[in-house]
């Protein structure tokens, strides 16, 4: 199952920053929290992680709470091709554990 | 750089059929992981390869399997095909033993309908 919690959906409009909420409160000390999103018929796509301080790229910034028991995704500037499923995951960095989704967040950028 | 790319992109098989799905991983990358993406649903773990062999594996039967081989593309094989393996297939590939190992790139998939 996933270790993760997201709202179903959201609605962001058009040049306003979306902020997308995770909980994750049995995250394990050496877990990290990552980002993916989907957007309609393609592959998911990675967005962003981190571990424990907030994190920013060209994409996106990552809030992290100090306890690490929730996150949130910041789109400083939606646009209409933010439109997507956003999904949160929680994983060790190695590559002996699987990736685990939940159902993500749909996320409705309006004009 | 091609990405990650897969092969076919649609395919419609009937029950009790074989069907096998291709894999070439991001150059440079040396690890695949197999998706199953049902309709409104979060892709979910088949298995995974480095090395040429099933590293990890998903709570999917037996009739799911794989192969890696030595320049890192990959196969998913499914035996006697259900209804319910109708889905979008996913595959990714990473670059193993790095910090940057779960930067998965994801292929378009493979669109699997079972008639």
């Known amino acids: 199952d996933a270790k993760t919690t997201q709202p179903p959906s959201m609605d962001c409009a058009e040049g306003r920053a979306a902020n997308l909420p995770c909980n994750h409160s049995?995250?394990?000390?050496?877990?990290?929290v990552y980002w993916y999103r989907q957007i309609h018929s393609q592959g998911p796509q990675y967005i962003i992680h981190g571990l424990k301080n907030n994190e920013t790229n060209e994409m996106a910034s990552l809030i992290i709470t100090e306890d690490r028991k929730s996150s949130t995704l910041i789109l400083p500037h939606a646009t209409l091709r933010d439109t997507a499923v956003y999904y949160c995951i929680v994983r060790p960095s190695s590559r002996d554990d699987k990736i685990i989704f939940g159902k993500g967040t749909r996320l409705h950028i309006l004009p | 750089d091609a990405g990650v790319t897969q092969s076919p992109t649609h395919l419609i098989k009937t029950r009790g059929q074989q069907v096998t799905l291709r894999c070439s991983p991001k150059?440079?990358?040396?690890?695949v992981s197999w998706y199953q993406q049902a309709l409104g649903q979060g892709p979910q773990f088949i298995f995974q390869y480095y090395e040429e062999e099933e590293r990890q594996r998903g709570n999917f039967p037996d009739r799911f399997s794989g192969h890696q081989f030595p320049n890192y593309s990959s196969e998913l094989n499914v035996n006697a095909l259900l209804l319910g393996d109708s889905a979008l297939y996913l595959c990714?590939?990473?670059?193993?033993?790095?910090?940057?190992?779960?930067?998965?790139?994801f292929g378009p998939g493979t669109r699997l309908t079972v008639l």
């Open positions: 150059s440079g990358h040396d690890t």
């Open positions: 990714a590939s990473s670059l193993g033993d790095t910090i940057s190992y779960n930067e998965q790139f």
């Open positions: 049995t995250i394990s000390g050496n877990e990290y």
